[in-house]
């Protein structure tokens, strides 16, 4: 944008000059928004910045090979706000996701549903499938809806059956892969899970696991500083 500005003297333009330059000041910002997360961006993620970057005033600089990677985004400050919100959103969906496929993994070596294959086997379900059905069960809900091969199944949880929309019905299969997991004796530290497959525990500075990280860690950053340890329970 290029402004002319014409006035009686040299002080007045002068003065209208550095008027219009506090206004574009005042009217500008700059934020930064840094998350491991954020090295998880995919064309999805990236395909957003760019449609965000032409429908608002700023400009976004994604830094990716920063550590922590990094989103710069200027410009007209109501619109960086909005941006601004708009990529936590979507760093906290890619942390959502990350931890319900960690937490899928977990209960998969532990339990196992299955549906029927071809010669009388049976098929895995997927991992996220697999703990919906699990946590389903687990909290004595009697139907999921699930999909098997691209069609609709509505599963009874307490017959283990599956019918289809044209009432067609197949057995499932629940395999416990933790039944030999029973006899072990567990460490005195370790916080009792109460009946779930999965648990997240906050460990506290004092605790040998806690301990065990903090050590690893200063080995190779030891100039920085640890926020939280997470242990994930199976």
């Given at each position: ?7 009686e003297?040299?002080?007045k ?8 330059k506090d206004l ?10 840094a998350d ?6 995919d ?8 449609d ?12 990716n090979?920063l550590?922590?990677?990094q989103?710069k985004i ?10 601004s ?7 906290q ?12 993994e977990?209960?998969?070596?532990l ?5 029927p ?5 049976f098929v895995?379900?997927?991992?996220l499938t697999?703990?919906q059905?699990?946590?389903?069960k687990l ?6 809806n699930?999909?098997i091969n691209?069609k609709n199944?509505?599963v ?8 289809d ?5 197949i057995?499932l299969?629940?395999v416990?892969?933790?039944e ?7 460490p005195k530290?370790?916080?009792d ?11 506290k500075?004092?605790h040998?696991e806690y ?6 860690f200063r080995?190779?950053c ?5 926020e ?5 329970g199976?």
């Amino acid at each position: 944008v290029t402004f002319q500005i014409c006035g009686e003297s040299q002080e007045k333009v002068d003065a209208t000059e550095s008027w219009i330059k506090d206004l574009i000041l005042k009217e500008h910002l700059e934020n930064t928004v840094a998350d491991e997360a954020i090295e998880s961006f995919d064309e999805t993620q990236i395909a957003i910045l760019d449609d965000l970057q032409r429908r608002k005033q700023v400009t976004i600089q994604l830094e990716n090979k920063l550590s922590p990677p990094q989103i710069k985004i200027s410009g007209i400050s109501r619109d960086v706000y909005s941006v601004s919100l708009e990529v936590q959103r979507m760093i906290q969906q890619i942390k959502s996701t990350e931890e319900e496929q960690s937490k899928a993994e977990l209960l998969y070596n532990l339990v196992e549903w299955r549906y029927p294959g071809r010669n009388d086997s049976f098929v895995a379900f997927d991992k996220l499938t697999n703990t919906q059905l699990e946590h389903a069960k687990l909290f004595k809900k009697p139907y999921l809806n699930v999909k098997i091969n691209k069609k609709n199944y509505k599963v009874d949880l307490n017959t283990l059956k599956a019918t289809d929309d044209q009432g067609k019905t197949i057995n499932l299969q629940r395999v416990a892969k933790d039944e030999d997991m029973q006899s072990i004796e567990l460490p005195k530290e370790w916080t009792d899970m109460q009946n779930e497959h999965v648990k997240l525990v906050n460990l506290k500075p004092s605790h040998p696991e806690y301990r065990t990280v903090e050590k690893m860690f200063r080995k190779t950053c030891p100039n920085f500083n640890i926020e939280q340890v997470i242990s994930y329970g199976v």
